[in-house]
């Protein structure tokens, strides 16, 4: 099982390198963690977007790319559209976002996963290393479906089941997040939750528990419990993912890392393999282990999508 960064680095040089199709690579950052992780062996990289742009950031970061394959395209659309083609050509083993609005991509997916007749919803993974933590632990959705349905959840649970039974969780414990209230009627994500619980019960979902708890207070206190009858919080309580009930509540959850002592990666998980999904604001060293974590995913799923 893996369970830390670390597991990730050393796995990603020992099964790289893999072929990335990145995405407007065209600020300084982006371009910096694509040399180092070319210069790591983690990747080869499939350079996709405006050529004096990419050029003037390579030769800012000092990147040789004369030998790197490069596909010359300025629309936004357009640069989305051939990454994720070749994607589920097989051409490339995962791609990444650059400096490209993420709605171009997710667009891209869809058409592809039409056109392959998966039906497969979309949805980000965001992953926290917690140092006190003994495994990872996940939000989802990030990124894709604004208010999902219980249907929509089903599908989001499956990515982020499929993605942590790859990354070697037999049976990851999930919580699905909601907030409570004793009058107007129970909130449909609490509904949602107890219908999960069930289905996941049944075998719907795969291998994987639904634990009780919705809220980070159960998780370590449990219902009709009060915080003054624990002397100290056991981190390891929390679940390997939670679900969150809409996306603008998973975006600020998930984006807490700049401010607290956690790492965070996120990726799509397609039928065809990873799609990297780095924020606008990471700096080089956290895309680098965006990169790390998709060469090891892409690497696992290989017979397995």
């Not at 490339?92 to 997916?109: A, C, E, L, W």
């Not at 009709?224 to 996306?247: F, T």
């Amino acid at each position: 099982m893996i369970r830390t960064l670390d597991d990730i680095t050393r796995l990603a040089k020992e099964k790289g390198p893999k072929k990335l199709a990145v995405l407007a690579p065209e600020d300084g950052e982006f371009m910096e963690a694509v040399k180092k992780s070319q210069q790591m062996g983690y990747i080869e990289p499939v350079l996709i977007g405006n050529q004096e742009m990419m050029q003037r950031v390579a030769d800012e970061v000092e990147f040789d790319i004369s030998n790197v394959e490069k596909i010359f395209e300025a629309d936004r659309q357009a640069i989305a559209n051939l990454g994720t083609a070749m994607l589920f050509a097989g051409d490339v083993d995962m791609s990444s976002k650059g400096q490209i609005p993420t709605s171009f991509i997710y667009r891209s997916i869809i058409k592809e996963e039409s056109k392959a007749g998966t039906g497969r919803t979309i949805s980000v993974i965001t992953l926290w290393e917690i140092p006190e933590l003994d495994h990872f632990m996940a939000f989802t959705d990030t990124g894709a479906n604004i208010y999902p349905d219980y249907k929509a959840k089903v599908a989001v649970l499956k990515n982020a089941i499929f993605l942590f039974h790859v990354l070697g969780y037999a049976s990851p414990r999930i919580s699905v997040l909601s907030g409570q209230r004793e009058i107007g009627g129970t909130l449909a994500s609490y509904e949602d939750g107890r219908s999960l619980q069930k289905a996941a019960a049944s075998g719907e979902l795969g291998e994987c528990e639904i634990i009780e708890a919705t809220s980070f207070f159960e998780f370590f206190v449990g219902k009709g419990r009060q915080l003054a009858d624990y002397e100290e919080i056991d981190i390891k309580k929390l679940p390997e993912i939670l679900l969150v009930p809409s996306l603008d509540t998973g975006n600020i959850l998930c984006k807490l890392d700049f401010f607290l002592n956690v790492k965070r990666r996120s990726l799509v998980m397609t039928s065809k393999g990873p799609v990297l999904i780095p924020s606008r604001a990471d700096f080089c060293d956290s895309i680098m282990g965006e990169i790390a974590m998709g060469v090891v995913v892409a690497d696992r799923i290989k017979g397995v999508v």
